[in-house]
């Protein structure tokens, strides 16, 4: 059993709080628009293991590090990551092919800076947008996600609630 805490477009903002919430966590996962790599770098000293995808403000350094789109597998739950991916009834183009071919159980993406964790019954899996992480952006409340997987099984997912525009 892991736990996982997932965040997205943090757009450069570091908040201690990304450390305090994600301190227990096994994994923690990016979903692009990261910013600048020092938040990857601070994020890396939180958890054993960071996976993470570039989003569409990521340059260079970002981009030349990261994948656009990230497939994995973890304690038996098979995870296909990228940063605009939309959701059930509103995917992005192409999206919803990738996800018929991969056949994951769990689909993370960011992008929309809104928070949706939601089943696609007929793809057979869950789709978590952990809303925006950071301070750009049009969103009154930020937000982390948190959730257990468990031998095959995607458990106790959880929101954390960040105020507005309190970050360092």
């Given at each position: 059993?892991?736990?996982?805490?997932?965040?997205?477009?943090?757009?450069?903002?570091?908040?201690?709080?990304?450390?305090?919430?994600?301190?227990?966590?096994?994994?923690?996962?990016?979903?692009?628009?990261?910013?600048?790599?020092?938040?990857?770098?601070?994020?890396?000293?939180?958890?054993?293991?960071?996976?993470?995808?570039?989003?569409?403000?990521?340059?260079?350094?970002?981009?030349?590090?990261?994948?656009?789109?990230?497939?994995?597998?973890?304690e038996g739950v098979k995870?296909?990551?990228?940063?605009?991916?939309?959701?059930?009834?509103?995917?992005?183009?192409?999206?919803?092919?990738?996800?018929?071919?991969?056949?994951?159980?769990?689909?993370?993406?960011?992008?929309?800076?809104?928070?949706?964790?939601?089943?696609?019954?007929?793809?057979?899996?869950?789709?978590?947008?952990?809303?925006?992480?950071?301070?750009?952006?049009?969103?009154?409340?930020?937000?982390?996600?948190?959730?257990?997987?468990?031998?095959?099984?995607?458990?106790?997912?959880q929101v954390i609630e960040?105020?507005?525009?309190?970050?360092?």
């Open positions: 059993m892991i736990k996982v805490g997932i965040l997205s477009d943090t757009h450069s903002c570091w908040d201690d709080r990304y450390a305090l919430h994600f301190a227990d966590c096994d994994e923690v996962w990016h979903a692009g628009d990261i910013g600048d790599e020092s938040v990857l770098t601070r994020l890396e000293g939180v958890a054993p293991v960071v996976r993470a995808v570039y989003g569409n403000i990521d340059g260079g350094i970002l981009r030349r590090r990261l994948r656009e789109t990230e497939i994995f597998t973890v995870v296909v990551m990228t940063h605009i991916g939309g959701y059930p009834g509103r995917y992005a183009p192409g999206i919803r092919q990738r996800l018929l071919l991969s056949r994951p159980q769990l689909f993370v993406c960011g992008h929309s800076h809104i928070l949706k964790i939601m089943p696609d019954r007929g793809l057979g899996c869950l789709v978590v947008n952990p809303g925006a992480a950071g301070t750009q952006g049009w969103q009154r409340v930020r937000t982390l996600v948190t959730l257990t997987l468990d031998n095959g099984r995607i458990e106790h997912a960040l105020s507005p525009k309190a970050a360092r």
